[in-house]
């Protein structure tokens, strides 16, 4: 089991920063790859970025290349997504997750742990 805990999430302008959190605790040593995934009330949950654990290879959304980064800090077992020029549309509840086997990492069904989420709100 992976337990996975995110922080970080808030209100912030348009045009401003927020760095979201992602603790993993448990069997990590398992995992593939961690990402973020996002919510919006009536939409599906859509990708926003992955990471591999082993050799940290990064992948983004189009609609954030330029504007998030994703990291990890091994030795905190921790992964990070740093927001910049944040846009209204960014509005979602962002939930990090990870997945045990190299696949398509865009696709929220195959991953195996999930975050509670927290809430991002950018106000215009």
């Known amino acids: 089991q992976v337990q996975l805990v995110e922080s970080g999430g808030g209100l912030v302008q348009a045009g401003g920063s927020l760095r979201l959190s992602c603790a993993a605790s448990g069997r990590t040593f398992s995992r593939n790859a961690m990402s973020w995934f996002r919510q919006a009330p009536g939409k599906e949950r859509e990708f926003v970025a992955a990471i591999r654990w082993s050799g940290g290879s990064t992948y983004y959304t189009d609609s954030v290349k330029g504007r998030f980064t994703i990291s990890r800090d091994n030795a905190r077992n921790t992964m990070y997504l740093q927001m910049n020029s944040l846009k209204p549309e960014d509005t979602a509840v962002y939930y990090c997750?990870?997945?045990?086997?190299?696949?398509?990492?865009?696709?929220?069904?195959?991953?195996?742990?999930w975050g509670q989420g927290t809430q991002v709100t950018v106000s215009s």
């Open positions: 997750a990870a997945i045990l086997r190299l696949a398509d990492y865009s696709n929220h069904k195959l991953y195996d742990y």
